[in-house]
Nanobody, 125 residues
């Protein structure tokens, strides 16, 4: 599976962005999809995940209520809608996917095999 992330950019605090992740190579519906991010000088961290059917979603506490993860399996595309952005959301955002990931492992980057190239989100204060 190849993943292509897009949608990053520069936005003011309080604004919004929508990231997209297009998958190719195998049916997207076979994979759990997630977003991670890495800020300068920090380790990569979990942001959100969505399971195969899209019925179960998981969020980091820092983004809960502001970000929404979704997927359109027919379009082989996943999304991350980011609202009420804060300067601390500034990071490179990566989409990732793997075959069914158990819930207890869904927040760990080692659980995912396929990674996109990342898209930069910069939130100005």
């Amino acid at each position: 599976v190849q993943l292509q992330a897009s949608g990053g950019g520069l936005v003011q605090a309080g604004g919004f962005l929508r990231l997209s992740c297009v998958a190719s190579g195998r049916p997207f519906r076979s994979y759990t999809m997630a977003w991670f991010r890495q800020a300068p000088g920090k380790e990569r961290e979990f942001v959100a995940a969505i399971r195969l059917s899209g019925g179960s979603t998981f969020y980091a506490d820092s983004v809960k209520g502001r970000f929404t993860i979704s997927r359109d399996n027919a379009k082989n595309t996943g999304y991350l809608q980011m609202n009420s952005l804060k300067p601390e959301d500034t990071a490179v955002y990566y989409c990732t996917a793997h075959g069914s990931v158990i819930i207890s492992s869904i927040r760990y980057d080692a659980s995912y095999h396929y990674w996109g190239q990342g898209t930069l989100v910069t939130v100005s204060s």
